[in-house]
Each structure stands twice: as structure tokens, then as C-alpha cells.
T-cell receptor, first 117, second 112 residues
């Protein structure tokens, strides 16, 4: 069964350092999402891509976060500089049709757990 | 914007039935999804309702009332492996199709 791949699974960094997370969606999925999940809360959407284009980044802290999906396949999320409050699970998800049908759903990767010291 | 409310914790015994409620206030609504997340794992899709009524998938069922901005997830014949967090999520409507806003989750503990 196809899965969303993410790496690394765990990342520990010091504040002010740069970190990057990688996601490879399920093959053929046009839509890719990055979420941040703080312990005890639900996932919060940071950015949504349709192919290589950003369709929603309203919740992305653009002063320190950036995301790209250059060829419309895999994606990278970067934080520079990292702050203590960025400690969270970063989840990537993909879906085939961007919610255009009622059966479209999101498939999540295992996530990257970031700890900022 | 979107806001969702669901209970923070629910406890039930093995073999029982449990209902997890979700109420929402949204500026746009296309449907309500439910996800399961085991501790340390990724959310996995359980069910989706776009129309009023009940959707059944094995031991899990989900209900939606659009007029009441309310839905619930019903888990029957509870098993120990059902202990997890359950999230409701509102899917936005076009042109934000695909965007989901999640609640803070309900932690279900199943006891023997």
C-alpha cells in the first residue's frame, strides 16, 4: 500500500538554527499539505500545494517558515531560525483531488517530531 | 474562520458503545471528517459526511446534521486497540476545497 514518506522522523536542534523537513507524497497525488501539531491539539494547516503552486499559506509564519514543491512531487518545509515554540510534530499529508469529490481524503505521513532546545 | 468543539476525554469499557460529539462554527462548510490517531502515530482517515445522516463503516459510524452544525462518531463493540485520539475536521468549500480545520481531539480510553 502506498504511503506518504517523511524524513527525518525526529529532529533536535538549538534555537536560532535552521531545520528542514522532507515529504514525498503518494504517487499521483496532486495536493500536498503541511500541518503542525502541538501536543494535545489537532493538526493546524501551515501550507497547501496544488501541484507546484501554493494555494493556501495563510497560517504559515512567513518570517521564519518557507515551503516549496518545485516539481510538484516532493516538498520541503524549512524553519530559519527555529524558536522554542516551534517544538511540535510536523505532518505531511497528500490527497488526489484537493477535496473536489466527497470521497477525497487526506493520507498522512508519520511526521517529524521537532524539539527545539 | 472555523472552530470545532469536542470533548477532551472519553472512557469506556471493552465491548461497549461510545459516541464522540463534535460541534462546529464555520464560515464555509463542505463536509465533516473523522480521523484516528494513536499515540505517536499519524492521523488515519475513518469517515466522512457531506450530507445529513448516518454513514456506517464496519464498527464505526458517523452522523451529520448540517442544520445543527453537529456531528458525532459512534464506535461499537469497543476493543482495546480503539484507545486513541479522535479528531473531527471540517472540510472547507470551494475555492478552499481540500482545506481541513481540525478540532483538538478526544482521547478515548478503553478499559478491560
Amino acid at each position: 500500500e502506498a504511503e506518504v514518506a517523511q524524513s527525518p522522523r525526529y529532529k533536535i536542534t538549538e534555537k536560532s538554527q535552521a531545520v528542514a523537513f522532507w515529504c514525498d507524497p503518494i504517487s499521483g497525488h496532486a495536493t500536498l499539505y503541511w500541518y503542525r501539531q502541538i501536543l494535545g491539539q489537532g493538526p493546524e494547516l501551515l501550507v497547501q500545494f496544488q501541484d507546484e503552486s501554493v494555494v493556501d499559506d495563510s497560517q504559515l509564519p512567513k518570517d521564519r517558515f518557507s515551503a516549496e514543491r518545485l516539481k510538484g512531487v516532493d516538498s520541503t518545509l524549512k524553519i530559519q531560525p527555529a524558536e522554542l515554540g516551534d517544538s511540535a510534530m510536523y505532518l505531511c499529508a497528500s490527497s488526489p483531488l484537493a477535496g473536489r469529490t466527497s470521497t477525497d481524503t487526506q493520507y498522512f505521513g508519520p511526521g517529524t517530531r521537532l524539539t527545539v532546545l | 474562520g472555523q472552530s470545532l468543539e469536542q470533548p477532551s476525554e472519553v472512557t469506556a469499557v471493552e465491548g461497549a458503545i461510545v459516541q464522540i460529539n463534535c460541534t462546529y462554527q464555520t464560515s464555509g462548510f463542505y463536509g465533516l471528517s473523522w480521523y484516528q490517531q494513536h499515540d505517536g502515530g499519524a492521523p488515519t482517515f475513518l469517515s466522512y459526511n457531506a450530507l445529513d445522516g448516518l454513514e456506517e463503516t464496519g464498527r464505526f459510524s458517523s452522523f451529520l446534521s448540517r442544520s445543527d452544525s453537529y456531528g458525532y462518531l459512534l464506535l461499537q463493540e469497543l476493543q482495546m486497540k480503539d484507545s486513541a485520539s479522535y479528531f473531527c475536521a471540517v472540510r472547507d468549500e470551494y475555492p478552499n476545497a481540500g482545506k481541513s480545520t481540525f478540532g483538538d481531539g478526544t482521547t478515548l480510553t478503553v478499559k478491560p
